[in-house]
């Protein structure tokens, strides 16, 4: 009865009363913690406030990053990484969980960005991005370049200098922060905003980009590894050399752009030729096409004389059709007196065999076949000779075309011995040779000097051609009445 009596004055309380009680002990035992353990399940709702847990070896606890705060993190929280979260504790009493409100949180030392960076750089390889058939070819000689940078500092400064030293080009900066909160997406939407330039408006589109910074701790260029810059990086349709940090850092940008520049100074380098170097070359070229132009004419030369010289005598050619159509004429002439001679005879033999009675018809008959024969012979003969004369009026316009005289007319001359031959060689010039010199309008005797000028005399004059004295006519009448001296 006593253990009775005893229960009833202990004092009751309500479901709602403990848990409002448990929270403020566990609010004001825990006012602020730092809490290491790796996230597990993050998860943000359509509020904006992300749900996770924290979990170690042997214990969870659940998480919860306001909306507010989450804006102000310097990285998204992400499956298997491991924080430091700062925050507090509290309860909630619709599951009769505690949980920490995570108001910033860290990661846990170098080694676990290591390892967010390298599963981050798988996930993105396995997509694609970081393929080479997606990279694009740099141009040889971009007229406009973007670059994505702070607008302080070193690195525009390098850029800027060594583009004035090595070809002098126009240069768009798009200013960005390059470390912080919003680095990562000021650098994307740099990058897209280039790439949504019109080539046609006022502010041109550039053709290459340089996403560029100075050296850090991978703290500091962490920017360049968010998946945000990345994506940007691989979708742009412009050529993009990513600069970030010194020759040993990497980032994931320099797997996702079209070059990797060691520093900001070398991506300079790499977009724009050294301007003497390429006017060295474009002479260069100049040199070897001209002389590959003159060794081609030298060459054609060449083989238009040789083909030349192996053309026929024109004038042995005409004189071989002149004689074919005497034959011709001549055949033409004698055969329709032979055809007509024939026939008689064979007329003589019919008409031999033929009585008396029907001699008067056979002879008509044939008389008929004979007149009739007598046309067709002449107008066969007379088609052949329109025929032939046609052919013949052909060939001679051709010959006419290609004749030494048409050559003639054109300035050059033709040189003969005294047998009519052409003298082609300058070492069949005999000393008191007689030759004779055929020009467009005649003729001319000459005879073959023995004396041969000297170099002087044969260098053109500086001061301009000079005419020479007609030869005498005393001189000229020496060889075949009007004959001169050749040399």
Known sequence: MADHTTSLNVPEFTVSEVSSALKRTVEDAFGYVRIRGEISQPKVAASGHCYMR??????????????????????????????????????????????????????????????????RRKALAAEGLFSEDRKKPLPRLPEVIGVVTSPTGAVIKDILHRLQDRFPRRVLLWPVRVQGDSAAAEIAQAI??????????????????????????????????EEVVVRAAADSDIPLISAVGHETDTTLIDFASDRRAPTPTAAAEIAVPVRLELISQVQECGFRLGRSVNRLLSESTLQVESL???LPDLNHVVEQKQQDLDGLAERLGVGPSRLLLAKGQELSVVAAGLKPSHLARDVQRYDAAIADWSKRLRDALGRSTDRTGERLEG????????SPERVLERGYALVRDVNGKPITDAAAAESGAVWQVDFRDGAVGVTVGSDVPDAAATQPAKSGPKLKSKPSSQSKSNVVGRQGSLL
Not at 57 to 79: C, F, N, Q, T, Y
Not at 89 to 108: H, K, N
Not at 192 to 218: E, K, M, Q, T, Y
């Open 54 to 119: 924290l979990k170690d070896e042997s214990a969870v606890i659940d998480g919860i990053i306001w909306r507010g705060s989450m804006s102000k993190l310097a990285h998204r929280p992400e499956e298997g990484m491991e924080v430091i979260a700062s925050g507090r504790l509290t309860t909630y009493p619709g599951r009769s969980s505690y949980q920490i409100i995570i108001e910033t949180f860290e990661l846990a030392g170098e080694g676990a960005l290591l390892k967010l960076l390298e599963d």
């Open 308 to 310: 030349s010289r192996g």
């Open 395 to 402: 060939l001679s316009t051709r010959l006419e075309s290609v």
């Open 192 to 225: 897209r905003g280039f790439n949504r330039l019109s080539p046609n408006g006022d502010i041109p589109r550039p053709d290459l980009l340089i996403v560029a910074r100075g050296g850090g701790s991978l703290e500091d260029l962490w920017a360049f590894n």
